[in-house]
Structures are given as structure tokens and as C-alpha cells.
């Protein structure tokens, strides 16, 4: 039993992914990918591009953050609970550059209710850490993929 609802819910969170990114223009246009997603927990990537740097020639933060906040998105919005942000902060730690392979992997650390916290952690495919991200969450009773009961 606790194998068929382990699939359950990821099968859910794998939905509600597949609708976010759907309807997600922004991080359509910056190339992001979904590389994997189960309830709590989500992992993004995308390639810096050369239109993604800033005037000293490395990754924008605005760029970096836009991943990480994505990676956070997923990861509190998998068990299809509607969930906005109600804070973020970030912290980069080194410069990403052209050609780099940027990956967040946002890991929930306290779902109480309402409110979460994760954890997302922005490497590049050296596994060199570009940013720490951490993001608190508020969840709605709204569903994002409709008549599918959320846990």
C-alpha cells in the first residue's frame, strides 16, 4: 500500500510539474529544464546563454535567482496545493559564465500546514555552488491541475 501511494504522489507532483511549466513563460524563454520532481523536492536546470550575462560578463543574478525561484516553486507546489511565495533570499557564492550547465535542487526542510520551508541550492556542472536559496511558502486550499485530491 505504501508503495502504490509513494507512486501516487509522485505521479501528482510529476502533473502539477508538467501544468506549472505548461503556463511558466518566463522559464520557457530562459530554457529551463525539469530534470526531476517528487513531492517536496524539485531539480531545474538551464545553459547560461550569452544574452543572460551583465555588463561585468557573467551570469545575471536575475537569472540565477528566476532558477532557483522556479526550483522552489515546483518543489512546494508538488502535492497541488496552489503555494506562493512569501519570502526568498539568495546568496551567490561564485559567478556562473557563458556555457555553464546551472542546476537548482530545492529540498523542503519544514512543511507545517500553511507555510514551508526549502532549501535550494544552484550548482554549476563542475558542482561548484553558485547561490543558496532559501524560500518560505504559503499554501492555498486552491488545486493547480484540477480534480486530483491533493495529500
Known amino acids: 500500500m505504501k ?8 505521479n501528482l507532483a510529476q502533473a502539477v510539474a508538467g501544468e506549472m511549466y505548461r503556463l511558466d513563460k518566463h522559464s520557457q ?3 529551463m529544464q525539469v530534470k526531476q520532481i517528487s513531492p517536496g523536492y524539485a531539480e531545474l536546470s538551464l545553459v547560461v546563454r550569452e544574452d543572460m550575462v551583465n555588463g561585468l560578463g557573467i ?7 528566476s532558477l532557483a525561484d522556479t526550483a ?3 518543489a512546494c507546489n508538488s502535492r ?4 506562493l511565495a512569501l519570502n526568498c533570499a539568495i546568496t551567490y557564492s561564485a559567478p556562473a559564465r557563458v556555457g555553464d550547465i546551472l542546476t537548482a ?5 519544514v512543511l507545517n500546514g500553511k507555510t514551508g520551508v526549502y532549501d ?3 550548482s554549476n556542472q563542475h558542482n561548484e555552488k553558485i547561490a543558496m536559496f532559501r524560500g518560505v511558502s504559503y499554501r492555498t486550499r486552491q488545486q493547480i491541475v484540477a480534480n486530483i485530491t491533493p495529500n
Open 3 to 10: 508503495n502504490e501511494a509513494t507512486s501516487k504522489n509522485l
Open 29 to 31: 524563454y530562459l530554457g
Open 59 to 65: 551570469c545575471h543574478g536575475g537569472v540565477t535567482f
Open 72 to 74: 522552489f516553486a515546483f
Open 80 to 83: 497541488n496545493h496552489r503555494t
Open 105 to 109: 535542487i530545492a529540498q523542503e526542510q
Open 120 to 122: 535550494v541550492v544552484v
